[in-house]
């Protein structure tokens, strides 16, 4: 992650710098980033990016984590408008992500692009922890679980998880296609109804 010399720099740099970076990260594959092209556009001495991060993998864990906070905060605004229901809260943000289509974050735009460009890069290396139970460590205390069949937190992580997987795989269908977004919605409404109720019939 960033260095103490990072986090005091003036805001405006800062953040000069990290548009820099993420116009890098979104049109180059992430074999190809050059950590001259970020310096160039942000304007500063090559030297400077060491001082600020190790490597271009440690700026990328950084960037994740700005898209990990804006997706958190997303999400437990749902959670609260929703009381606690994991499984609205799948189609809740679904709807909440289309009606801000044509006006998206910024942040969670240049995330998109970053894995459209990435699509044979493995996160899971890079990433510290796994990123969905960070993102369930943030909703634990607005999250109802007492209608799962075991509200244990091993269960409701998985739970959630797979939750999640729906949720992701729709978000990047329709930002693939957004024409079809409708035949997408109905496609989460099917997952979430076989992760609800199972795909079993009653023995």
């Known amino acids: 992650m960033c260095t103490e ?13 990290l548009d820099a970076a993420w116009e890098e990260f979104t049109h180059a594959r992430f074999v190809d980033v050059s950590i001259n092209q970020i310096v160039r556009r942000a304007g500063i001495p090559r030297g400077s990016f060491y001082q600020y991060f190790t490597d271009k993998d440690d700026l990328l864990l950084y960037l994740l984590e ?8 997303e999400y437990r605004q749902v959670l609260r408008d929703n009381g606690g229901d994991i499984f609205q809260a799948q189609l809740d943000c679904f709807d909440r992500f289309i009606s801000k289509a044509p006006a998206l974050d910024p942040t969670l735009v240049r995330c998109v692009k970053f894995v459209r460009n990435n699509q044979g890069l493995d996160l899971q290396k890079l990433l510290p922890t ?9 909703i634990w205390d607005l999250t ?4 799962l069949r075991d509200p244990s937190p091993e269960y409701a992580r998985n739970v959630y998880c797979l939750l999640m997987t ?3 795989r729709t978000f990047m269908d329709t930002m693939l296609r957004p024409e079809d977004w409708r035949t997408y919605r109905e ?6 109804e076989i992760i609800k109720h199972g795909s079993l019939q009653d023995t």
């Open 144 to 147: 109802d679980l007492s209608g």
């Open 187 to 192: 496609d989460l409404v099917t997952q979430l």
């Open 66 to 73: 700005e898209v990990r906070n804006y997706v958190k905060e």
């Open 166 to 168: 729906a949720l992701g």
């Open 130 to 138: 796994h990123p969905g139970q960070r993102l369930l460590d943030g």
């Open 5 to 17: 010399t990072f986090l005091r720099l003036p805001e405006e740099k800062r953040r000069r710098f």
